[in-house]
């Protein structure tokens, strides 16, 4: 048995997200479906995480154990050639080690995020950005993202889910909001060793509150604070939303 390590890129605008769900069109179970063509039989994938319906990935982690001797080189061929164009595999390689978890041993992701500001948004955009065209004070919003760097709480940045483990405490390496204005662009950028579910989106809600007046630098930091109380969001729509990268210690690479 060898475990696959795969790099991917996706256009999530037409699946559920990546976990695959009853019923429902997700990019886990797309990616299955072909490798289960390959192996002869079902192949689970593991993920480094799961993003949401409508977000992308420019270098998704996954994995996932092959019988078949197939080199990585002609499988990346063969899996392009049968998934749909929104989904590509990058790269195929034998993981380091047979026990690799792309989600277990990652140490750092990093997500961007885009905001169209042109009063019309581009067509060939539109799937990639989220458009607000409505006044917003960019500068403001520069000077806010840098105070979620650090250990903190994200309690307020997350979404409710009781199920999920109740530690929130996430370390941010970066955050940093960049104005281009040479494509009509505001792009946020975030490095981290960890997201919580909808925690980027609940970031850039609270990011455009802030450039639109009604959140201050001290309403961005409160929400840092643990129990604090104040409610997640509002969270901001998906399109904009891509997994840029995921991190593992050299000896994995």
């Known amino acids: 048995m060898r475990r ?14 990546w976990q695959s769900q009853q019923g429902l069109v997700t990019v886990q179970q797309t990616l299955e479906d072909v490798l289960a063509i390959v192996e002869e039989k079902p192949v689970e994938v593991f993920a480094s995480g799961r993003t949401d319906a409508g ?54 992701k990093t997500y961007e995020y885009r905001i169209y500001r042109g009063e019309v948004c581009p067509p060939i955009l539109h799937r990639y950005v989220y458009h607000h065209p409505f006044p917003l004070n960019e500068e403001l919003m520069n000077a806010a993202a840098p105070l979620l760097v650090g ?6 940045y997350a979404a409710t889910n009781p199920q999920a483990s109740d530690n929130k405490v996430r370390e941010i390496f970066s955050s940093a909001g960049e104005s281009r204005r040479d494509r009509d662009e505001w792009v946020y950028r975030v490095r981290g060793s960890g ?59």
């Open 4 to 17: 696959i390590r795969a790099t991917i890129a996706y256009d999530g605008t037409d699946y559920h997200g």
């Open 55 to 108: 977000v992308h990935a420019q270098g998704q982690v996954v994995a996932f154990d092959l019988e078949n001797p197939i080199p990585c080189g002609s499988l990346r061929k063969a899996v392009n050639r049968w998934l749909p164009r929104d989904i590509r595999v990058l790269e195929f390689r034998e993981a380091v080690v047979e026990t690799f978890h792309p989600r277990y041993d990652a140490i750092a």
């Open 151 to 156: 250990e903190h709480d994200f309690r307020a």
């Open 195 to 253: 997201f919580l579910k909808h925690m980027v989106r609940n970031i850039i809600g609270v990011l455009l509150q802030v450039g639109q007046g009604n959140v201050t630098n001290e309403g961005v930091v409160a929400r840092l604070r643990p129990g604090c109380g104040i409610p997640a969001g509002p969270r901001a729509a998906p399109q904009g939303l891509s997994l840029v990268s995921v991190e593992y210690p050299k000896e994995l690479e």
